[in-house]
């Protein structure tokens, strides 16, 4: 009889050291999927509205990656400290020009069918340099430009220009929060 209590204590100290082993392994594997798997970004500023807003949390993954065309994703540049976050309009060995008259992007001569975008470029003579376009996209780079072209700083413009694969972060897959618009990017 008077080992039971013994016993039930030694129960208890088992349960505790499985719950608490359970709890560190669940936080190293968090940990390593979070830091090497996928990355919370916040969206900062109205670059890619509507696809995405203000203040969004955005999942990101670099995981097995290749970019492409249509692709929104997350890069850095050396010169800022805020991560972008953009469409791929154009990849290596395309050219993108534009045209003034129409305010539209031109990928290899045709005009981009964007039913993504906010709203038609207006004041593009601010942004549009004639010596900088047409662009021909370098290996492993890409001209990446914001959903909202009017209220974006993006590959149109020489400061950022195209961007380089080791640059990008990762894709923009899930949107995370608010709740409200939890959803697929």
Request: proline share 5%.
């Amino acid at each position: 009889m008077e080992n039971q209590p013994l016993e039930k204590k030694n129960t208890r100290a088992n349960e505790l050291y499985e719950w608490v082993e359970m709890l560190v392994l669940a936080l190293v594997v968090v940990v390593f999927v979070f830091t090497f798997l996928l990355r919370v970004v916040t969206i900062s500023g109205p670059s890619m509205t509507p696809t995405l807003l203000d203040g969004q949390r955005v999942i990101v993954s670099n995981f097995l990656y290749e970019p492409k065309v249509g692709d929104v994703v997350v890069f850095t540049l050396r010169e800022q400290s805020e991560p972008f976050i953009k469409r791929i309009i154009a990849t290596e060995g395309q050219t993108v020009d534009f045209d003034p008259d129409t305010a539209r992007l031109i990928v290899d001569g045709r005009p981009l069918d964007e039913p993504y975008i906010n709203e038609v470029m207006s004041d593009s003579h601010l942004w549009y340099n004639e010596s900088y376009f047409p662009v021909t996209v370098g290996e492993d780079q890409y001209f990446a430009c914001g959903d909202n072209r009017n209220h974006s700083w993006d590959s149109r413009y020489q400061a950022v220009g195209v961007v380089d694969r080791e640059e990008i972060v990762g894709r923009a897959l899930l949107v995370l929060f608010p709740f409200s618009d939890f959803g697929l990017v």
